[in-house]
């Protein structure tokens, strides 16, 4: 073991393996592994080992199937026998709403590019697992991608790869300390200092004291989970074909072959955790004792469901560890504040997602960025608010609960929350407001009768109708809405506008305007939608999305220069925004200073009795409207004073999901939806905004698709012929048998009385008139592109 490498991977399980495997293979050999025992003995050695391409989520989908395709390669590679049963996979439904979720996840498969899947009868599933009981079985999904390794076997491969790559590993190498230094890091073992320019944390039960080793606190929670597996079973002994990999949502259960018999396990909704402060330094091939009262009823639905197993033994329990997040997704990357301390943890399913990781973490320390959109498992995704323990134990004990539950769009699960509330949110309770959340922040919805409660659905909810009325507000009065949830960073400082002049694509707004600004990569995919704010008195804002606040510090931080500051405002400024065709006539009671004289797209400072604000004038409903910005401790009473000022004209509070509503009918696109860092400018339409005479960050790269080939696929605002349910993301577009492109947000427009959909389409059929069909929660339905902005298309009444 030498005294220096370039990269120092803490971890010896698949995903450290993985990591250090990829770094080698991308170019970087002076990498060395540490594993405080035996490579495999955390989480890896006992993991069930099960695989499979599907998730609704096409970024994570891509990384399953990544990791699926380079099991072979790896095996080949390092002469490792990784046990590869590639036996394909039955997704079962036992509830009709389940079953439609079925149908609608199998279109969403074929948007992103997962084509090996087919909806099955009871009876057809059956014929593919014989030993499987029909019984509340209403349909099933099979997808050919699925089975299982031998998961020792496989970090063995992983490890072995990169060693023929240059890449080095020690076992029984005991981390205990880490330094940071001016030129990197200081990693201290029990068998020397290694000096280092990277350190990345693929501890995986042992995250949370690496991590802390470095003054990080992450949202890493170790929890229990079993699976058995039998002794030989006839009928499995008899078959000529392994059993295929199969989930029973209802019955909270997975299967598959095991030699002669199978392997059960279990996401009991009664979990347990373990060791939240990190698994003892000693831990590492142990098991707990199996604890049948709390899995009692899924282990029975599990013995329900394979009959024949209940004739036979029970060979082995496993009753082992594993580490999630509060999402589930692992957490992946570079932690802001600490440069080069990177995590590659938290990451459940190992042996599944395991080699994307890998791939994406060592692409985005050698070149910048991953190639693909890593925001699903970015470790920016959370901020300062998830290292409090409370949080992370209510948050990864839910999401393992609810593993293999039902889950809605519209529904508001409840575990870390209430945490952040803007100071009127008691207030705005009382008045109706049904909160959602945005990072570690309340949020309204919409503003309902006493009593109501929302049903979950997948289909067009029970709010229906008051989202409807906001909206009507909206257009035709005054509406009034809480925008705490935007985020809101000052710049300051001699270089403020060189700086924001080249990390900003735009042109820049003069003293007293506002301009939206894309910010794009290196690589020329969008960082931002964003709006600057000059102020005129030296200081700026950048206002974007109130989740991205970690995630666009990060940035800024990464491309900062001296002479600028930038402080995030989120525990600082909240505010409201006054939207309708009234909006100016009530906000013209309240200031102090002529505002009648405000242009859309201005901004500037005015006193609201005693509330000092700094107001811009737009909002995205596409209706005249301001954005009311203001201390925390200013909200209260300036909600007070707005309401008062409007009762007149008949103000009323909306929610976001008016606001969403009113941008769909606008055709303007938001974040994690119409704009990614997987798009560009030119597929977007954000390409407009930029000023190609001045150079900014992503310039070359955003050239070459303005003066090549252009984008393949482009943004279009879709009418479809909905019933009772509309779009909402990731629905395949189709032009006959031809799969053109894929919703990225939709819903319905209230004012415009359509159910439409803005979706990325191949570049001949975008234009207007051209007739599609979108499949909706599973139905196929006759769409057609229409012209962007269906309501109003001028712009006068946000203008006016």
């Not at 989908?61 to 046990?83: P, R, V």
């Not at 301001?626 to 004209?649: F, S, T, V």
Request: hydrophobic fraction near 40%.
């Amino acid at each position: 073991m030498k005294s220096q490498y370039r990269v120092v991977v803490i971890g010896g399980g698949v995903v450290g393996a993985s990591v250090l495997y990829h770094l080698a293979k991308f170019g970087w050999s002076d990498v060395v592994m540490l594993e405080r025992r035996r490579l495999a003995s955390g989480s890896s050695w006992h993991a069930a080992g099960g695989i499979h391409a599907l998730n609704a989520d096409p970024n994570m989908a891509s990384l399953q199937a990544y990791t699926i395709d380079l099991l072979s390669e790896i095996e080949k590679e390092s002469g490792q026998n990784i046990g590869l049963h590639m036996t394909g996979g039955l997704t079962l439904a036992g509830t009709p709403e389940r079953w439609e979720w079925l149908q609608a996840n199998y279109r969403i498969f074929q948007s992103i590019g997962i084509d090996d899947c087919e909806l099955l009868t009871p009876q057809e599933a059956q014929k593919r697992c014989p030993i499987m009981s029909t019984d509340g079985v209403l349909g099933a999904m099979w997808a050919d991608r699925e089975g299982y390794i031998d998961t020792t076997g496989t970090v063995q491969a992983y490890a072995t790869a990169a060693k023929k790559r240059g890449a080095e590993y020690y076992e029984e190498t005991k981390v205990e300390e880490l330094i940071q230094t001016d030129d990197g890091w200081q990693v201290v073992t029990d068998r020397g200092t290694i000096t280092c320019e990277h350190v990345v944390n693929a501890a995986g039960l042992w995250a949370k004291q690496v991590g802390r080793m470095a003054g990080v606190e992450l949202p890493v929670s170790p929890l229990k989970h079993h699976y058995l597996i039998t002794d030989t079973v006839p009928e499995v002994a008899a078959a000529d074909f392994e059993m295929p990999m199969t989930v029973d949502l209802e019955g909270f259960t997975y299967m598959r072959q095991d030699q002669k018999g199978v392997l059960v396990g279990i996401y009991e909704v009664d979990h347990e955790h373990w060791a939240m402060d990190g698994a003892p330094w000693n831990y590492g091939e142990e098991l707990f004792q199996e604890q049948l009262d709390r899995i009692e009823n899924e282990l029975t639905l599990g013995f329900e469901r394979y009959p024949s197993i209940q004739n036979v033994g029970i060979k082995t329990w496993v009753n082992g560890a594993f580490t999630f997040s509060p999402d589930g997704n692992p957490l992946v990357g570079p932690v802001p504040g600490k440069r080069g301390y990177w995590t590659a943890c938290a990451v459940m399913a190992g042996f599944l997602q395991g080699g994307g990781v890998g791939k994406t973490l060592a692409e985005w320390m050698i070149h910048g960025e991953p190639e693909a959109d890593a925001w699903p498992m970015d470790i920016a995704r959370y901020g300062d608010f998830a290292q409090n323990k409370r949080y992370i134990r209510e948050t990864t004990g839910q999401f393992y609960s609810r593993r293999f539950v039902m889950n809605y769009p519209n529904e508001q699960l409840p575990a870390g929350r209430p945490l952040k509330m803007a100071p009127a949110h008691d207030a705005m309770t009382e008045a109706g407001c049904k909160w959602g959340v945005s990072w570690d922040l309340e949020v309204p919805l919409y503003f309902a009768p006493k009593g109501f409660e929302e049903t979950p659905t997948l289909k067009r909810s029970n709010a229906h109708d008051i989202v409807a009325k906001e909206c009507k507000v909206i257009r035709e009065g005054v509406g009034l809405m809480d925008i705490s949830g935007f985020s809101r960073f000052e710049v300051t400082g001699p270089n403020a506008e060189l700086w924001l002049d080249h990390v900003m694509a735009s042109k820049l707004p003069a003293p007293g305007r506002a301009k939206l600004a894309p910010m794009l990569g290196e690589n020329g995919r969008l960082k931002g939608d964003l709006t600057v704010l000059n102020w005129g008195d030296g200081t700026w804002w950048i206002m974007g999305s109130y989740y991205l606040r970690a995630w666009h510090m990060r940035w800024f931080d990464d491309h900062m220069i001296d002479g600028v500051e930038v402080r995030d405002l989120g525990e600082e400024y909240c505010g409201f925004g006054l939207v309708g065709p009234k909006s100016q006539e009530v906000i013209e009671k309240l200031a102090e200073q002529d505002i009648s004289g405000l242009r859309f797209m201005g901004c500037s400072d005015f006193d609201f009795g005693l509330v000092r604000a700094r107001v811009a004038r737009m909002s995205v409903t596409g209706e005249k409207g301001y954005e009311i910005n203001c201390r925390y401790g200013d909200h209260i009473k300036l909600r007070r004073m707005l309401l008062e000022a409007g009762a007149d004209a008949g103000i009323r509070e909306c929610g976001f999901n008016a606001m969403l509503s009113t941008r769909l009918e606008k055709s303007f696109g938001i974040w994690s939806a119409e704009f990614t860092q997987a798009y560009t400018p030119g597929m977007t339409g954000m390409d407009r905004w930029i000023d190609w005479d001045k150079d900014f960050v992503g310039k070359e790269a955003a050239l070459a698709e303005r003066d090549g080939n252009g984008p393949a696929q482009v943004q279009v605002t879709l009418e479809v012929d909905a019933l009772d349910a509309d779009a909402s993301g990731y629905e395949p577009v189709w032009s006959g048998a031809e799969h053109v492109g894929f919703v990225t947000s939709g819903g319905y427009g209230h004012s415009t009385g359509k159910s439409l959909a803005m979706a990325l389409v191949n570049r001949d059929k975008a234009a207007p008139g051209t007739e599609l069909s979108v499949h909706v929660v599973g139905v196929e339905r006759p769409a057609r592109v229409i012209a962007p902005s269906p309501y109003d298309p001028q712009g006068k009444a946000m203008r006016g």
